[in-house]
Every structure is written in structure tokens, then in C-alpha cells.
């Protein structure tokens, strides 16, 4: 018993110091964040808690003091979230993730993205010429829970009053509207995103059909003389809506490429690498779908003026195209 009481004491007063200086960086810490250590102690907290927790394991071994042990334990798990914790506030972690992690890794992810590009479009373009050579293709190409009535035995009237209606609804409706198409679009570009483990042929097809269907309405409205009318009423939320599909898309060629060409990873390691940065780009695209379901909700709904609709569908596109091209860039030269 005196033996394992001199351990104790002899233990304690050797390292004692050590452990004091950490519980007082870790309660300042606590009180003021990091920012309140100087650099040379931030430099000696990780020290002083590796070698708390070398105490704690030695303290174990030999079965010292429980009240020793317990004071360890506590030390070294305050210490642990000042030097692996979280960093900064959700606020700050926002603004880095929309500021640079988002921006970087769409342009990491160009080839993915100009794929999936190149598919909507060739999807958009094979639908549009079909159905203006032969209207019947329109039934094919899109659902009558999507056509909302719009139909080539519809009349040039009832066509046109789509593009024009809604600008005398309740500012309530078009809330609930904007909510509804936030919903339906996330989840159909997560959707699109998950399809990428099938080696991403569902969502080239999901694309390529996506392509179609917007083929279809434009061709539609080109039968009747009205394209011009029909792309303004689309792009006024459709520069973001679509671009926010594409990223989707993109993602699900990301995910593909890691399973298709695992270099020197294996399929599985080189998944969860790719998946990190997929994952990024399909949180940013959430945001996109947001943005775009705002624009369809209200802005689609009360802006009727064809040249504004253009102005806003092509404004939006010129702004989404410099932010992924420069957003953090400078960011990530100064950490260089």
C-alpha cells in the first residue's frame, strides 16, 4: 500500500506541470477559442496532449490513484476537441464550403460535367427536331403528368396562356409552389447523383431523357411559331434549374469514374476518394435547386415581359459561370 502510494506521488510530481499547463491552455481555449492561445502555445498544445494521454496509459498500467485517473481522463478529453474539434461555426463553415470547397470541386470535375452537358443537350436537340417532324413523338417524350394539359391538340391560345398565367396569384400560393419544386428537383437530382454506382449508364439515360422531354416542349411551341416565347418562359429559372441537374448528373459520372478507372486504388478506396468530392458538388447543386425553384415559384410567375425573362435567364447564367470559374481561387493560391 505505501509502495503504491510513493508511485503515485512520484508519478504525479513528475508530470504534474505538464498537465497543469494544458488545463490552463485548454480553459482559456474553452472561453475564447483558439484564437486566444498565442502561436508558440498553439504550437505546444498538441505536445502537452500527447503527453497527457502517454500519462494516462502509463497511469493505467500500474493502477495508480483513481482520482488521478479520472482528472487524466477528463484533461485529456477537454484537450481533445481544442485539437481536433471543429475549427470554426457553421456560419464560417458556409461561407468556406460556398466561397472555395464548392466552386473547387466543380472545376476539378469539368470532364464529368461536360459530359453530362453534352448528353442533356443532345437530348434536348433529338427531341426538339422529332417532335417538330412528326408532333405525335411529344407523347413519348413527355408524361401527361408533366405535359399539364399541354398537348399537340391543344390550341395556340391555351398554349400561349401557360406562358403568360399566374401573374395575379396569391403571393401564398406561389410560396407553397416554390416549395414544392425545391422538393421534387432535389430529390430527382440526388437521384441522379446516386444513379452513378450503376457505373453511370442510369444517369446518362436519365440525362439524355431528361433532354428529351425539354426537346419536346420546344418542339411543341416551334409547330406554333412560339419557341422564343417558350425558352424565355423556361430560362428564367432554367439557367440554374438545368445547370443544377447537370452537376447532379456530373456527380454520377464522378462516382462512375472511380468504379470504371480505379488507377492504383482499389474500386472501393478510390469510391470513398471520388465520393468525397461528388458529395460537395451535389450539396452545392441543392442550393442551385433552391435558387431555381425561387425564380420558377415567383419570378417565372410574375415577370410575363419576354425580353426580362432573357435578361434574368442569361444574368443568371453569366453569374454561376464566373463564380465556378473564380470563386476561391485566391483562397487557394495564398495557402500555396
Known sequence: MVETTLKSYDFRREREQTWREL??????????????????????LPALYRATL??????????????????????????YFCVYGAREGLFAGLWRFFAHDFPAAVRVA???????????????????????????????????GLAGGRAPTSTTAELRSVLYSGSDEI???????????????AKIGMLCFALGFAFGVPTAIFLFQTGLMIGGFSGLYATRDMAIELWAWLLIHGTTELLAIILCGGSGFVLASAL?????????????????????????????????????????????????????????????????????????????
Open 23 to 44: 488545463d490552463v491552455l485548454v480553459g482559456r481555449a474553452n472561453k475564447g477559442g483558439l484564437t486566444a492561445l498565442s502561436p508558440e502555445e498553439l504550437l505546444r
Open 260 to 336: 470504371i478507372f480505379p488507377t492504383q486504388h482499389s474500386r472501393m478506396h478510390n469510391l470513398t476518394l471520388y465520393g468525397r468530392r461528388a458529395a460537395r458538388i451535389v450539396i452545392g447543386a441543392v442550393a442551385l435547386f433552391f435558387v431555381a425553384a425561387l425564380l420558377e415559384g415567383f419570378g417565372r410567375q410574375i415577370i410575363t415581359d419576354i425580353t426580362l425573362r432573357y435578361l434574368i435567364g442569361s444574368g443568371m447564367l453569366l453569374w454561376w459561370l464566373l463564380y465556378f470559374l473564380q470563386a476561391g481561387k485566391r483562397a487557394h493560391h495564398d495557402r500555396n
Open 54 to 79: 502517454s500519462a494516462l496509459s502509463v497511469a493505467r498500467g500500474i493502477s495508480l490513484d483513481q482520482n488521478v485517473l479520472a482528472y487524466l481522463e477528463s484533461l485529456a478529453m477537454r484537450a
Open 110 to 144: 469539368a470532364w464529368p460535367l461536360l459530359l453530362a452537358t453534352a448528353i442533356l443537350i443532345l437530348g434536348i436537340i433529338v427531341g426538339h427536331i422529332l417532335t417538330v417532324g412528326n408532333p405525335d413523338w411529344y407523347y413519348s417524350f413527355v408524361s401527361e
Open 171 to 185: 403571393l401564398e400560393s406561389l410560396n407553397l409552389f416554390a416549395s414544392f419544386l425545391f422538393t421534387h428537383n
